[in-house]
């Protein structure tokens, strides 16, 4: 069964940083690339950042560009997402979400994390 | 950037009726690079259509997709009180972009 257990989420103060993680399991995490996906309360779903299945390409939304930075470790199946000088508007739901791009090239999401919420608040 | 946009914001119907969702792009989606996702209360997005009429793995054939260039429809025959929920669009043709969703009730 695949797996995306999104975790790092918490309350932060304008200007901060935070660094969320996700663990997969259940697939050949190599194969795939992976994406976060946020969900801003009572907001619809923005795509914000993908990384290929090696990390030598990486995109971002331009609304994150500058401030957040995506990884990954192949060796222990994570992706992480290091935020930093976080906004009132980056409150939302992160979520971890596999692709199907290195598959058969169609950018579409087939499995979801549950989410990791953030606050940026003072 | 394509922008989605839904319809309508929010609806409600009683089990066993027809409902037939839109998504309108700003731009022509190319090769019907739409996928619709159902998400109920506190869970994550599923994946219900890719290609804009192509279920995923597991999605009844009371869902249909259909639709191609600007105009895209999802529909759900013989509602069931499990089909309310929060239904999204995302076109894959250039970065990805979601609607706003559409909010479905079922009494």
């Known amino acids: 069964e695949v797996q995306l257990v999104e975790s790092g989420g918490g309350l932060v103060q304008p200007g901060g940083s935070l660094r969320l993680s996700c663990v997969a399991s259940?697939?050949?995490?190599?194969?795939?690339?992976l994406n976060w996906v946020r969900q801003a309360p009572g907001k619809g779903l923005e795509w914000i950042s993908y990384?290929?299945?090696?990390?030598?390409?990486?995109y971002y939304a331009d609304s994150v560009k500058g401030r957040f930075t995506i990884s990954r470790d192949n060796a222990k199946n994570s992706l992480s997402l290091q935020m930093n000088g976080l906004r009132d508007e980056d409150t939302a739901i992160y979520y971890c979400?596999?692709?199907?791009?290195?598959?058969?090239?169609?950018?579409?999401?087939?499995?979801w994390g549950q989410g990791t919420l953030v606050t940026v608040s003072s | 950037e394509i922008v989605l946009t839904q319809s309508p914001g929010t609806l409600s119907l009683s089990p066993g009726e027809r409902v037939i969702l839109s998504c309108r792009a700003s731009?022509?989606?190319?090769?019907?690079?739409l996928a619709w996702y159902q998400q109920k209360p506190g869970q994550a997005p599923r994946l219900l259509m890719v290609?804009?009429?192509r279920r995923a793995t597991g999605i009844p054939d009371r869902f249909s997709g259909s639709g191609s260039g600007t105009d895209f429809t999802l529909s759900i025959s013989r509602l069931e009180r499990e089909d309310s929920a929060v239904y999204h669009c995302?076109?894959?043709?250039?970065?990805?972009?979601f609607g706003q969703g559409t909010r479905l009730e079922i009494k």
């Open positions: 979400a596999r692709d199907r791009t290195a598959v058969t090239s169609e950018y579409y999401f087939d499995y």
């Open positions: 259940g697939f050949p995490f190599t194969t795939y690339s």
């Open positions: 990384i290929s299945k090696s990390g030598d390409t990486i």
């Open positions: 731009q022509t989606v190319t090769a019907r690079s």
């Open positions: 290609g804009a009429s």
């Open positions: 995302q076109q894959y043709g250039t970065t990805p972009s």
